[in-house]
RNA sequence: GGCCUUAUCGUCUAACGGUUAGGACACAAGGUUCUCAUCCUUGCAAUCCGGGUUCGAUUCCCGGUAAGGUCACCA
């Protein structure tokens, strides 16, 4: 049998950490056994649905580069791949269950049921809708929503994270395969169409774990056998203790990307997320987690979502692409002043930060004074704790004796400007920590740079002239 | 409340029943002729509690406790 595997959304919104962990573990599936990855929407509630998301969760997808096969966007051999689209589908299946006497009107008021529901809850019970089964339900004009007639009894299945589990009956209930707008439910549609659709396995969050008697129920009275099944653990927020939600602030995982975030690191951070190869290996390709990835050894407990862990492992990617390919990935990050740069200078100011930057957007705030005068900040000077013991004449003295040397170095190189710096301290008799500190200051205005000799270099010797110049003026 | 699941450094996690309980992030200290970052070294830091089983338990069993999920005409 060919492994196929799915990621079902409902296009109610964005897609966070927790949901593309779900698509990306399915995905892993597929690839590893060259099979197949297909995305479906699940569009039947229709209150709920979001405009525009649907688009937005393909650009998810595609953005941390888990592609499928098969989709509501590019079709394949058993679309449509939107639930709404599959209606008259669902109502077949339907069919077939009042005929075999498996499915029945529910003929309460929702003021009814939600009597029920509420004398459960004082009594301390779990609500069960079969308690109060019709003994006489009118036919199904499909104004009434539909139920399933269960037949409760206790289920074993294997799950591929849980292990070997084994339900007891009292969970096995009469749940609504059909609501009263005419849509299926979840509970209903997705089993249909997984069934027409050939899928393979099953790779869901936990949340539906408790749902499983009654699935397996339906498949069987459905006559169907059941796909493999593995349910993911949730990932928890910042604090650990709840379900990662839209609600409580979980971000887009667009975001991130805007943000300056690698696919690579989304891809390797989200995997690593409740899953390991056994190994020490902190990080991987997608190469590698094709390759390694297991459904047998994802965690089943929850894990939190670590921001520094993040920031860290996409420093680590940046630092691992090739000067060229960071150099396209960030091309959308200059500073405007950039704007009118060759592409050989930004190539050359890329090369001294890419050590520097931990996302994308970094950039701009580390290489400004590259394209654009610095603002004097005089408190650069004042509260550097070498630069305040000089006295103004002597910063402007000093300042004086690199200039006059500066101006003789013909071949303006980081290698010369080393050569020419170790010699201005000698002749000048200052510690690097002052020296090096005041040139650096009164060209870059930054608290921060890259090395001194490679800084100027890049800056050249006119503006490295210039700057000097202009602060000997603003000191004295 | 019923049912299900989980529990190792602050965080992500490793450890056929036998290890000085390992790695990584974060944090701290030091080194790389200035700063920032990278890189290197070092340090800090954990088996939820109580009972069993066993020569021996982080690991198996039971009971607590805590956390999460679920009990929708949402998925």
Known sequence: MTTRTRFAPSPTGFLHVGG???????????????????LRFEDTDKKREVAGSAEH?????????????????????????????????????????????RAYADPYTP?????????????????????????????????????????????????????????????????ILIKSDSYPTYNFAHIVDDADMEISHVIRGQEFISSMPNYLALYEALGLRHPIF?????????????????????KDVLDYIRDGYLSETMMSFIATLGWNDGTEQEVFTKDELIEKFSLARVQRSGARFDEKRLLWMNGHFIRELSLDELADRIEFFWPESAKKASEAYKKRVLALAQDRIKTLRDLPGLTSYFFEEPTVNLALITENKQL?????????????????????????????LQDCLNQLLE????????????????TTWAPFSPQLNDTLALLGKNTTLARIDAATNHIQ
């Open 427 to 442: 002749t000048t008799d200052q510690k690097p920590g002052t020296l090096f500190s005041l040139i650096r200051v009164v």
């Open 388 to 416: 305040k013991k000089l006295s103004t004449n002597e910063t402007v003295n000093l300042l004086e004796l690199v200039k006059n040397t500066f101006r003789e170095v013909t071949d303006w190189t980081p290698e010369v």
């Open 111 to 175: 003021a009814e049921i939600q009597s029920f529901r509420d004398e459960a809850q004082t009594a301390k019970r779990a609500f069960r809708y079969r308690d109060h089964r019709p003994e006489n339900p009118p036919i199904w004009d499909g104004s009434q929503p539909l139920r399933f007639k269960c037949d409760p009894k206790s289920f074993t299945y294997h799950d591929e994270v849980m292990g070997d589990v084994t339900t007891s009956p009292e969970v096995v209930d009469d749940f």
């Open 57 to 101: 969760l393909i650009s998810s997808l595609r953005a941390i580069g888990i592609e499928y096969n098969e989709g509501p966007d590019i079709g394949g051999p058993f679309g449509p791949y939107v639930q709404s689209q599959r209606l008259e589908r669902y109502k077949e299946w339907a069919n077939k269950l009042i005929e075999q006497g």
């Open 230 to 250: 593995a349910h993911m653990p949730h990932i928890m927020n910042e604090q650990g203790n709840k379900k990662l939600g839209k609600r409580d602030g979980a």
């Open 20 to 38: 593309i962990r779900t698509a990306l573990f399915a995905y892993l599936v597929a690839r590893q056994e060259n099979g197949k990855f297909v």
